[in-house]
Protein backbone atom coordinates (compact mmCIF):
# COMPACT_ATOMS: atom_id res chain seq x y z
CA UNK A 1 0.00 0.00 0.00
CA UNK A 2 1.33 3.23 -0.85
CA UNK A 3 0.03 7.18 -0.43
CA UNK A 4 1.23 9.83 -2.87
CA UNK A 5 4.31 11.85 -2.11
CA UNK A 6 2.16 15.42 -2.82
CA UNK A 7 -0.66 14.11 -0.67
CA UNK A 8 -1.64 16.33 2.39
CA UNK A 9 -4.44 15.46 4.57
CA UNK A 10 -7.73 17.06 3.71
CA UNK A 11 -10.25 19.00 5.97
CA UNK A 12 -11.88 15.89 7.80
CA UNK A 13 -16.11 16.80 7.81
CA UNK A 14 -18.42 13.84 7.58
CA UNK A 15 -16.99 11.50 5.01
CA UNK A 16 -14.87 13.93 3.60
CA UNK A 17 -11.35 11.77 4.79
CA UNK A 18 -12.74 8.54 3.52
CA UNK A 19 -13.41 9.72 0.32
CA UNK A 20 -9.88 11.52 0.45
CA UNK A 21 -8.07 7.95 1.03
CA UNK A 22 -10.61 6.38 -1.30
CA UNK A 23 -9.61 7.94 -4.16
CA UNK A 24 -6.04 8.68 -3.53
CA UNK A 25 -5.11 5.28 -1.67
CA UNK A 26 -3.09 2.64 -3.99
CA UNK A 27 -3.88 -0.50 -1.84
CA UNK A 28 -2.92 -4.10 -2.35
CA UNK A 29 -4.29 -6.46 -0.08
CA UNK A 30 -4.21 -10.12 0.71
CA UNK A 31 -7.91 -10.74 1.60
CA UNK A 32 -9.30 -14.20 3.57
CA UNK A 33 -12.91 -15.29 3.17
CA UNK A 34 -14.98 -14.67 6.20
CA UNK A 35 -13.16 -17.20 8.62
CA UNK A 36 -16.30 -17.43 10.53
CA UNK A 37 -18.14 -19.63 8.08
CA UNK A 38 -16.11 -22.45 8.66
CA UNK A 39 -15.74 -21.83 12.36
CA UNK A 40 -19.26 -21.61 13.03
CA UNK A 41 -20.11 -24.75 10.89
CA UNK A 42 -17.64 -26.43 12.33
CA UNK A 43 -19.00 -25.65 16.05
CA UNK A 44 -22.31 -26.29 15.03
CA UNK A 45 -21.62 -29.58 13.28
CA UNK A 46 -19.42 -31.10 16.70
CA UNK A 47 -21.58 -29.53 19.13
CA UNK A 48 -25.16 -30.57 17.80
CA UNK A 49 -23.57 -34.09 17.18
CA UNK A 50 -22.19 -33.98 20.76
CA UNK A 51 -24.91 -32.38 22.37
CA UNK A 52 -28.60 -34.60 20.99
CA UNK A 53 -26.15 -37.41 22.39
CA UNK A 54 -25.76 -35.52 25.64
CA UNK A 55 -29.96 -34.79 25.44
CA UNK A 56 -30.71 -38.45 24.91
CA UNK A 57 -32.00 -38.38 21.32
CA UNK A 58 -29.84 -40.96 20.19
CA UNK A 59 -26.81 -43.50 21.32
CA UNK A 60 -25.60 -44.09 25.24
CA UNK A 61 -22.71 -42.58 26.75
CA UNK A 62 -20.35 -44.61 24.99
CA UNK A 63 -21.18 -43.53 21.90
CA UNK A 64 -18.65 -40.38 22.58
CA UNK A 65 -16.54 -42.85 21.47
CA UNK A 66 -17.28 -42.83 17.60
CA UNK A 67 -18.11 -39.00 17.69
CA UNK A 68 -14.77 -37.77 18.86
CA UNK A 69 -13.15 -38.09 15.12
CA UNK A 70 -15.75 -35.41 14.20
CA UNK A 71 -15.65 -32.91 17.30
CA UNK A 72 -11.52 -33.11 16.93
CA UNK A 73 -11.30 -32.78 13.35
CA UNK A 74 -14.58 -30.77 12.04
CA UNK A 75 -15.30 -28.96 15.95
CA UNK A 76 -11.58 -28.48 16.71
CA UNK A 77 -9.10 -28.54 14.29
CA UNK A 78 -11.34 -26.71 11.54
CA UNK A 79 -12.57 -24.48 14.11
CA UNK A 80 -9.22 -23.49 15.87
CA UNK A 81 -7.52 -22.65 12.14
CA UNK A 82 -10.60 -20.44 11.52
CA UNK A 83 -9.61 -19.12 15.09
CA UNK A 84 -6.11 -18.21 13.40
CA UNK A 85 -7.34 -16.99 10.35
CA UNK A 86 -10.08 -14.30 12.65
CA UNK A 87 -6.80 -12.89 14.19
CA UNK A 88 -5.25 -12.34 10.30
CA UNK A 89 -8.51 -10.77 9.66
CA UNK A 90 -8.49 -8.59 12.93
CA UNK A 91 -11.26 -10.09 14.61
CA UNK A 92 -10.63 -10.35 18.67
CA UNK A 93 -14.52 -11.92 19.22
CA UNK A 94 -13.88 -14.47 16.22
CA UNK A 95 -10.41 -15.34 17.55
CA UNK A 96 -11.27 -15.55 21.29
CA UNK A 97 -14.26 -17.68 20.14
CA UNK A 98 -12.93 -20.31 17.64
CA UNK A 99 -9.74 -20.28 19.39
CA UNK A 100 -11.16 -21.41 22.58
CA UNK A 101 -14.09 -23.93 21.23
CA UNK A 102 -11.40 -25.35 18.37
CA UNK A 103 -9.12 -26.15 21.36
CA UNK A 104 -11.71 -27.50 23.57
CA UNK A 105 -12.81 -29.85 20.96
CA UNK A 106 -9.63 -30.96 19.67
CA UNK A 107 -8.88 -31.97 24.09
CA UNK A 108 -12.08 -33.74 24.04
CA UNK A 109 -11.07 -35.31 21.27
CA UNK A 110 -8.27 -36.51 22.72
CA UNK A 111 -9.83 -37.21 26.10
CA UNK A 112 -12.35 -39.45 24.07
CA UNK A 113 -9.29 -41.51 22.07
CA UNK A 114 -8.14 -42.57 25.35
CA UNK A 115 -11.10 -43.84 26.21
CA UNK A 116 -11.18 -45.56 23.27
CA UNK A 117 -7.90 -47.28 23.54
CA UNK A 118 -8.93 -48.33 26.78
CA UNK A 119 -6.02 -45.72 28.73
CA UNK A 120 -8.92 -44.32 30.51
CA UNK A 121 -12.55 -44.95 31.95
CA UNK A 122 -14.30 -41.84 32.73
CA UNK A 123 -15.65 -41.71 36.24
CA UNK A 124 -19.31 -40.83 37.18
CA UNK A 125 -19.62 -38.18 37.90
CA UNK A 126 -17.43 -36.88 35.66
CA UNK A 127 -15.94 -33.83 37.65
CA UNK A 128 -12.53 -32.96 35.44
CA UNK A 129 -15.07 -32.56 32.76
CA UNK A 130 -17.21 -30.15 34.62
CA UNK A 131 -14.56 -28.05 35.62
CA UNK A 132 -13.75 -28.10 31.52
CA UNK A 133 -16.97 -26.63 30.83
CA UNK A 134 -16.24 -24.45 33.87
CA UNK A 135 -13.73 -22.32 32.04
CA UNK A 136 -15.11 -22.53 28.81
CA UNK A 137 -18.08 -21.29 29.86
CA UNK A 138 -16.48 -18.16 31.63
CA UNK A 139 -15.15 -17.55 28.82
CA UNK A 140 -17.88 -17.53 26.68
CA UNK A 141 -19.68 -15.54 29.02
CA UNK A 142 -17.09 -12.81 28.31
CA UNK A 143 -17.10 -13.24 24.93
CA UNK A 144 -20.73 -13.26 24.39
CA UNK A 145 -21.39 -9.58 26.35
CA UNK A 146 -18.69 -8.32 23.85
CA UNK A 147 -20.58 -10.05 21.08
CA UNK A 148 -23.66 -7.72 21.76
CA UNK A 149 -21.56 -4.82 20.05
CA UNK A 150 -20.86 -6.57 16.68
CA UNK A 151 -23.36 -9.15 15.28
CA UNK A 152 -26.91 -9.90 17.49
CA UNK A 153 -26.76 -13.58 15.48
CA UNK A 154 -23.23 -14.53 17.20
CA UNK A 155 -24.30 -13.08 20.58
CA UNK A 156 -27.59 -15.75 20.46
CA UNK A 157 -24.92 -17.84 20.00
CA UNK A 158 -22.85 -17.35 22.65
CA UNK A 159 -25.25 -16.72 25.19
CA UNK A 160 -27.35 -19.85 24.61
CA UNK A 161 -23.57 -22.01 24.58
CA UNK A 162 -22.65 -20.21 27.77
CA UNK A 163 -26.06 -21.08 29.39
CA UNK A 164 -25.52 -24.89 27.91
CA UNK A 165 -21.89 -24.49 29.34
CA UNK A 166 -23.19 -23.82 32.62
CA UNK A 167 -25.15 -26.05 33.32
CA UNK A 168 -22.97 -29.08 32.06
CA UNK A 169 -20.52 -27.84 34.29
CA UNK A 170 -23.42 -28.06 36.92
CA UNK A 171 -24.71 -31.80 36.15
CA UNK A 172 -21.18 -33.31 35.69
CA UNK A 173 -20.01 -31.26 38.88
CA UNK A 174 -22.87 -32.22 40.86
CA UNK A 175 -23.78 -35.76 39.01
CA UNK A 176 -27.24 -33.89 38.47
CA UNK A 177 -27.82 -35.70 35.41
CA UNK A 178 -31.38 -33.65 34.87
CA UNK A 179 -28.92 -30.15 34.35
CA UNK A 180 -27.57 -32.17 32.09
CA UNK A 181 -30.72 -32.61 29.50
CA UNK A 182 -31.66 -28.99 30.44
CA UNK A 183 -27.91 -27.91 29.37
CA UNK A 184 -27.45 -30.07 26.48
CA UNK A 185 -30.74 -28.68 24.33
CA UNK A 186 -28.99 -25.30 24.89
CA UNK A 187 -25.77 -26.29 23.38
CA UNK A 188 -28.52 -27.65 20.45
CA UNK A 189 -30.02 -23.59 20.30
CA UNK A 190 -26.55 -22.45 20.28
CA UNK A 191 -25.42 -25.05 17.37
CA UNK A 192 -28.63 -24.40 14.93
CA UNK A 193 -28.03 -20.37 15.53
CA UNK A 194 -24.15 -21.04 14.51
CA UNK A 195 -25.50 -22.65 11.61
CA UNK A 196 -27.63 -20.24 10.64
CA UNK A 197 -25.26 -17.25 11.38
CA UNK A 198 -22.65 -19.41 9.37
CA UNK A 199 -24.97 -19.71 6.24
CA UNK A 200 -25.86 -15.80 6.43
CA UNK A 201 -22.34 -14.86 5.98
CA UNK A 202 -21.74 -17.93 3.37
CA UNK A 203 -25.09 -16.15 1.41
CA UNK A 204 -23.57 -12.66 1.77
CA UNK A 205 -20.38 -13.68 0.74
CA UNK A 206 -21.57 -15.75 -2.78
CA UNK A 207 -24.49 -13.36 -3.63
CA UNK A 208 -22.64 -9.75 -2.59
CA UNK A 209 -25.42 -8.80 -0.66
CA UNK A 210 -27.35 -9.35 2.50
CA UNK A 211 -29.68 -12.51 2.25
CA UNK A 212 -30.00 -13.69 5.54
CA UNK A 213 -29.83 -10.85 8.26
CA UNK A 214 -27.66 -11.41 11.21
CA UNK A 215 -28.44 -8.18 13.24
CA UNK A 216 -25.38 -6.98 12.55
CA UNK A 217 -24.64 -3.76 14.80
CA UNK A 218 -24.56 -0.86 12.67
CA UNK A 219 -24.46 -2.53 9.20
CA UNK A 220 -26.42 -3.73 6.65
CA UNK A 221 -29.27 -6.09 7.73
CA UNK A 222 -32.05 -6.01 5.46
CA UNK A 223 -32.57 -8.40 2.80
CA UNK A 224 -30.62 -7.28 -0.34
CA UNK A 225 -28.38 -4.33 1.00
CA UNK A 226 -25.22 -4.75 -0.44
CA UNK A 227 -22.10 -5.23 2.43
CA UNK A 228 -20.27 -2.72 4.07
CA UNK A 229 -17.51 -0.59 2.50
CA UNK A 230 -14.32 -2.49 2.38
CA UNK A 231 -12.10 0.36 3.11
CA UNK A 232 -12.39 1.96 6.58
CA UNK A 233 -9.76 4.30 7.19
CA UNK A 234 -11.44 5.58 10.09
CA UNK A 235 -10.59 2.43 11.77
CA UNK A 236 -7.00 3.50 11.34
CA UNK A 237 -5.47 1.93 8.62
CA UNK A 238 -6.42 2.94 4.90
CA UNK A 239 -7.71 0.05 2.86
CA UNK A 240 -8.08 -2.30 6.00
CA UNK A 241 -10.99 -4.15 6.26
CA UNK A 242 -11.83 -4.87 10.19
CA UNK A 243 -13.33 -7.74 10.89
CA UNK A 244 -15.91 -9.58 8.95
Not at 23 to 48: E, M
Not at 111 to 133: D, E, I, K, N
Amino acid sequence: MSHPTHASAPPSPDGAEFTFWRDHTQISLQPVAAPSVLGLFGFAAATFMVATNYAGWYGTASSQVFLFPLAAVLGGLAQFLAGMWAYRARDGLATAVHGTWGSFWLAYGILYLLVAVGVFTPPTPFVPLGYWFIVVGAITWSCAVAALAVNIGMAAVLFALAVGSSLEAVAMVSGLGGWGTVGAWALIVSALIAWYTATAMLMEGTFKRVIMPVGRVGGENKPGEPPRQLIQYPAGDPGIKVGQ
